[in-house]
């Protein structure tokens, strides 16, 4: 009987050692925290396909391993792991396969109920577009993390409404509004729809008011990037201050001077007035015919700027490596003494000659001035 014994014990002992040494191998024991610590089977986020995401919560409250994860009320997983990272928590939580969400989105604490249990809830993002795809080592940040008020804060909440939120002065303020009000029903309808009003003129005026505070944010702006500017000015607008104190008598002075110059100037105006009248009105005609002239000499600048090649019929002169030339050279002794001899003590000289030979200067009587054609004799042979 005693050997019998004695054999149960020494097996209860190795089964306890095999059994030590498996959840040491399992890495159940290095973090075995009670029952809660082992994986519940069946539960969600632990079938095939299944991954693995960390979520950074400001506050984990009384969330526990094997905590519920949901998405729109229904169950996808479990918290995993909770650990702390810096100042907040870092829980790794265990998905379905198909769960489906985007990478930026939400993670949530809530409670089922008011004395239920605590989960997270994980949901798309409600303010900003969806991007990505939720997966294997993702990480939801602690900007996109919150909680929903727990049982405690609700209660001290509604206790702080009840004793000191002014719960029990609504009653004696509701009867002085009805003593201010009695007696005086269609004022306050006249009040009413006047605010009415008011508030639909307001309406009406939103975009310009918004555009007025726009406008007065952006000259706001401006004035904040001149503050280097105003600071200087200030600073220098003293000194101004003071040398124009001390310029005071100067000033004075230069403006008597300035008044009897404007004094002195009104009368010679008025006494030059009415030439000044004349001669400009005479100037008018002048101007006029400057003006009538204007394309003409222009085009006279220009062919005297590039004399003797004109630079109008340069192109017509000159085609590649070839050019134009027409010319038409009059060497009659009249033309040559008109053209050199004029004014001269020679004047006339070849023009006689040319007479003496019977032929006229283009009309009769003669053009030629040496000697007036009204007393000179007159040749038979000069022709009819």
């Not at 984990?60 to 519920?68: C, E």
């Not at 997270?120 to 795809?133: M, W, Y």
């Not at 032929?359 to 000697?371: D, F, K, L, V």
Request: charged share 20%.
């Amino acid at each position: 009987m005693r050997q019998l014994i004695r054999w149960r014990r020494i097996s209860a002992g190795l089964l306890a050692t095999v059994l030590v040494l498996a959840l040491s191998g399992c890495g159940v024991l290095r973090e075995f925290r009670g029952a809660n610590s082992f994986p519940l089977p069946g539960a969600k986020g632990g079938g095939a396909g299944s991954y693995t995401v960390q979520v950074q919560m400001p506050d984990v409250q009384t969330l526990k391993v094997n905590s519920r994860v949901r998405v729109n009320d229904v169950n996808v997983g479990g918290v995993t792991k909770i650990e702390r990272q810096g100042w907040h928590a870092l829980v790794s939580v265990r998905l379905d396969r198909g769960v489906d969400l985007p990478e930026n989105a939400t993670a949530t604490l809530g409670q089922t109920s008011l004395l239920g249990s605590v989960h997270i809830e994980l949901a798309p993002p409600k303010d900003i577009p969806a991007k990505g795809k939720l997966k294997e080592g993702s990480l939801v940040p602690l900007s996109s993390a919150g909680a929903y008020p727990n049982t405690e804060q609700t209660l001290t909440a509604l206790s702080l409404v009840l004793n000191g939120g002014g719960l029990d002065q609504v009653q004696h303020i509701t009867t002085a509004l009805g003593t201010a009000f009695t007696g005086r029903e269609q004022d306050l309808r006249s009040l009413i729809k006047q605010l009415d009003h008011f508030v639909g003129y307001l309406d009406d005026q939103k975009n310009d008011i918004i555009a007025a505070a726009d406008s007065l944010n952006n000259l706001a702006g401006q004035l904040a990037d001149q503050k280097p500017v105003f600071d200087k000015a200030l600073k220098t607008l003293p000194q101004a201050l003071t040398v124009l104190k001390d310029e005071r008598e100067n000033l004075a002075d230069a403006l008597g001077e300035l008044s009897q110059f404007g004094a002195l100037l009104t009368d010679s105006v008025d006494k030059i007035k009415t030439n000044l009248t004349k001669e400009l009105k005479d100037l008018g005609p002048v101007l006029q015919s400057l003006a009538d002239a204007g394309p003409a000499l222009t085009r006279s600048l220009d062919f005297f700027t590039t004399f003797p090649f004109p630079r109008p019929t340069l192109s017509k002169w000159l085609r590649g490596d070839s050019a134009n030339l027409t010319a038409v050279i009059d060497l009659t002794l009249s033309r040559i003494d008109n053209s050199l001899l004029t004014g001269t003590f020679l004047e006339g000289i070849l023009s006689q000659l040319e007479l003496q030979q019977g032929r006229t200067i283009g009309q009769i009587p003669s053009p030629y001035t040496a000697r007036n054609p009204l007393t000179v004799p007159y040749h038979f042979n000069q022709g009819p």
